[in-house]
């Protein structure tokens, strides 16, 4: 499986961006999915996950209410929706998937895309 995230950019406090991560290979393997992100000297932290049908979403509280994570499992792509940015929210943000391959549990990462949020 690789992950590809795109949508990064630069943007102003208030403003907003879309996070798309599409995987590619053997996507069948993947489970749940999230978006992780790591600001510079900071430990990397999970930011929202979703389960493989979409139906069970969890959130770290700084970003509950701004973001809405999503899936489109026919696209095999995974969206976040970034609303109310802020500049602590700055960092690389990084996709996630977990799943089995040949019976045994799997992690993948995507490259990350950075999102700068200036104030």
């Known amino acids: 499986v690789q992950l590809v995230e795109s949508g990064g950019g630069l943007v102003q406090a208030g403003g907003s961006l879309t996070l798309s991560c599409a995987a590619f290979?053997?996507?069948?393997?993947?489970?749940?999915m999230g978006w992780y992100r790591q600001a510079p000297g900071k430990q990397r932290e999970l930011v929202a996950s979703?389960?493989?049908?979409?139906?069970?979403?969890n959130y770290v509280d700084s970003v509950k209410g701004r973001f809405t994570i999503s899936r489109d499992n026919a696209k095999n792509t995974m969206y976040l929706q970034m609303n109310s940015l802020r500049p602590e929210d700055t960092a690389v943000y990084y996709c996630?998937?977990?799943?089995?391959?040949?019976?045994?549990?799997?992690?993948?990462w995507g490259q990350g895309t950075q999102v700068t949020v200036s104030s």
């Open positions: 996630n998937a977990d799943g089995r391959e040949l019976l045994r549990p799997r992690v993948w």
């Open positions: 290979g053997t996507t069948f393997s993947i489970a749940s």
């Open positions: 979703i389960t493989s049908g979409g139906g069970r979403l």
